[in-house]
């Protein structure tokens, strides 16, 4: 009787621990309903025999926000055994780290060795998750417990490997990351993906690559969502088509593209590298779509300088009713800001109020920054007073300090960047770039060598970047050889950015030998870039070294290269105009034509005589001024003379940088019409009023 007594009272209790079980498993759990749970468990007596249960009231108390409520079990539970095991102490642990609470899972893990109860398998790896979390704990704390597991015999273990790896990854300690991981007996998916991510994340794509070709040949290990969506990111940062279309077919073939996820990373990479055909494609056969997906495809088009066909989609995904959130909006602020069009950047702003959009401080600085760029310095620099002075972070800052300088205001950008230090705010490196890149712009010389002084003070890394705008302002001031000296002492090897800034100084300058110097660089550097090719040929044009320019024309013919058409554009009833010298199908290019033969015929009733030297091609005199007369920018400030109210400022973006015919002939003109003209060019903006211009014929 006594056996089967026993028997039924087992058969009983593991019975009602399934039937709790079930109870603390429900997804229509709250906190009421978990303390009822937990009374009737005390009342049974179960609690104290049923180390599960337990456990699940713990995690439910911390799972639906009320980590005291689980800590008061637990430290009740703990004080009324004689030797708790570490089974609740991981319990509690689990439940601080699943709920964020990094530093609390800490504190308990210190506690747990202090009160000494051993930590096993299962404690570690939630720990060293903590460790990479919190902030505070540094990265000696996850090194302290890498030598503790090590000292209790668990460096072996499958899962306290993983999470060392995991680790190591976050803290961004590759090295000793990939060390545990090639110490490994066995890995699986998540750990190859941890290292493929942590590689990624790093901006080491190369590494991140073979990583993941290894997991395929060496292991066989087939790509989830979570992997595809690093080694796209890889890819995309690589700039590598060829390897998008790879890792597409990959995803494709292993039905990762079923998953939104995986989905709106193939979108994303085919964007990062150019392919914004393939990106649309790819969005367009995906079944299901969220605004991650939105943004992706739109952010593509804008990177790659489609702003029209982004607008185009933005109507669409409204439409669509898939609601916009405060990322779409950045990235439709930017395409205004490459259209240069403030009247739908305007639209985009009400957008935002009539939708009722957060505008935090993030959306603020990105509408002080399109304005800016649109050509409207005076609605830029209001907004940005109108952030009051404890708000305002660093990137406020550096997008007025940058605005200031493009549009030529250099004096008034270093006020701003001395201003900003008095108000506590410490500049960093994309500070530095503005204000140097604002010094270059004015001429100012020794107070750029002065800010590039400040950074050893701020304990800001002099970049290649920064480098970059010091040739830069050197060259265009003259002084080629204190450039060129700088760029030999470099610490870091010169890329691309700096020998641009130094063959761009020379053809401003007309030195075609240190030219030579620079170009030869560059072709080694990036020898598909036609802009290169074509600023080479420029100088030797402006030199008359034809023969030079033939050999450079035929080099970039041979590669396949073709010079970027000169694009000028002007905003006209909402819409974006775009002039180019032989672009026969624009429909107002006979009224910009006449237009813009009346006005040379007034230009030289005052003086003006073409400067024949800015036509880049070995032809007859009479042709030169032909060509000068019907220069891209030309056209749109003729149609803009045309389409506007008399007395209007009228706008033009153009992608390359403005000859100088065309800077003396927009003095002229804005004396002649009455009319203020602002043209944004590769470099800066102008600002031509009564004759004269607003870079004092510095640029």
């Not at 914004?276 to 969005?283: K, L, N, P, Y």
């Not at 000296?485 to 641009?500: A, E, Q, Y």
Request: charged share 20%; proline share 3%.
């Amino acid at each position: 009787m006594r056996l089967i007594s026993l028997k039924n009272h087992k058969l009983l209790t593991s019975t009602a621990e399934s039937h709790y079980d079930r109870l603390l498993k429900s997804p229509a759990n709250n906190h009421s309903r978990i303390k009822q749970i937990h009374s009737s468990l005390v009342t049974s007596g179960l609690l104290q025999i049923s180390p599960h249960l337990t456990a699940q009231i713990i995690i439910n108390y911390s799972k639906l926000g009320h980590p005291r409520s689980a800590r008061s079990l637990f430290d009740e539970l703990v004080s009324n055994s004689s030797k708790p095991g570490s089974f609740l102490w991981n319990t509690m642990i689990r439940a601080y780290t699943n709920n964020g609470q990094w530093s609390d899972a800490l504190a308990l893990y210190s506690l747990m060795r202090r009160s000494g109860v051993w930590p096993n398998n299962y404690t570690y790896p939630f720990v060293l998750k903590a460790c990479g979390h919190d902030p505070s704990a540094g990265i000696w704390s996850g090194k302290t417990v890498h030598g503790e597991l090590i000292r209790n015999g668990l460096e072996s273990d499958l899962y306290v490997e993983a999470a060392l790896v995991i680790w190591y990854a976050k803290c961004g300690e590759l090295n000793d990351g990939r060390k545990v991981f090639d110490g490994m007996t066995s890995r699986d998916l998540v750990c190859w993906t941890t290292m493929i991510t942590a590689y990624e994340q790093a901006e080491l794509p190369r590494e991140s690559l073979m990583m993941f070709g290894f997991m395929q040949q060496q292991q066989g290990i087939l790509a989830d969502s979570v992997t595809v969506v690093s080694v796209a990111s890889a890819v995309g940062q690589l700039g590598n088509v060829k390897s998008a279309r790879s890792v597409h077919a990959h995803a494709l073939c292993c039905g990762i593209l079923e998953d939104v996820c995986g989905g709106n990373a193939i979108v994303a990479m085919y964007g990062k590298c150019g392919d914004v055909e393939s990106a649309r494609m790819a969005f367009d056969r995906m079944e299901e779509r969220d605004i991650i997906s939105w943004n992706a495809v739109l952010s593509g088009f804008v990177q790659n300088g489609q702003a029209r066909e982004a607008f185009s989609l933005f109507e669409l995904m409204k439409e669509s009713g898939c609601r916009p959130n405060p990322l779409t909006a950045l990235i439709m602020l930017s395409a205004c800001s490459f259209l240069g069009s403030c009247q739908l950047g305007m639209k985009i702003q009400g957008f935002l109020v009539d939708n009722k959009i957060t505008v935090d401080l993030t959306l603020r600085n990105a509408l002080i920054d399109m304005y800016a760029k649109c050509g409207d310095l005076e609605t830029a620099m209001g907004m940005f007073n109108d952030i009051g002075v404890r708000e305002r972070d660093v990137t406020s800052w550096n997008v007025m300090i940058a605005a200031l300088g493009t549009h030529g205001r250099g004096k008034e950008a270093l006020d701003l960047y001395l201003r900003m230090q008095e108000e506590g705010v410490r500049p960093n490196h994309i500070t530095f770039v503005s204000v140097l890149s604002a010094c270059s712009h004015a001429g100012l010389i020794d107070e750029g060598k002065n800010c590039f002084a400040d950074m050893q003070r701020f304990s800001v890394k002099q970049e290649v970047k920064h480098y970059a705008c010091m040739v830069d302002m050197l060259g265009r001031a003259g002084l080629l050889n204190e450039a060129f000296d700088l760029v030999r002492t470099m610490p870091s090897p010169p890329n691309d950015g700096v020998w641009g800034a130094l063959l761009l100084a020379c053809r401003v300058q007309g030195n075609s030998e240190l030219g030579e110097v620079a170009a030869n660089n560059l072709f080694l550097l990036e020898p598909e870039h036609p802009g290169y090719y074509v600023l080479m040929s420029n100088v030797y044009a402006a030199s008359r070294k034809w023969h030079e320019v033939g050999n450079l024309r035929t080099e970039m013919k041979s590669r396949g290269l073709m010079k970027p058409a000169a694009v000028s554009m002007i905003e006209y009833r909402g819409e974006i105009v775009g002039f180019q010298t032989a672009d026969w199908l624009n429909p107002f290019r006979h009224e910009a034509y006449k237009k813009l033969e009346g006005i040379a015929v007034e230009m030289k009733s005052r003086g003006y005589f073409p400067d024949r030297s800015c036509v880049l091609h070995d032809v007859e005199e009479e042709d030169k001024d032909h060509i000068l007369n019907y220069h891209s920018e030309k056209l749109a400030v003729a149609f803009g003379i045309i389409k506007s109210e008399a007395g209007s400022t009228i706008t033009v973006m153009k992608n390359l940088r403005i000859c100088c015919d065309c800077h003396s002939a927009f003095k002229l003109i804005s004396d002649i019409y009455r009319r203020r003209i602002v043209v944004r060019d590769g470099n800066r903006f102008h600002h031509f009023e009564a004759g004269s211009c607003s870079c004092n014929d510095y640029w």
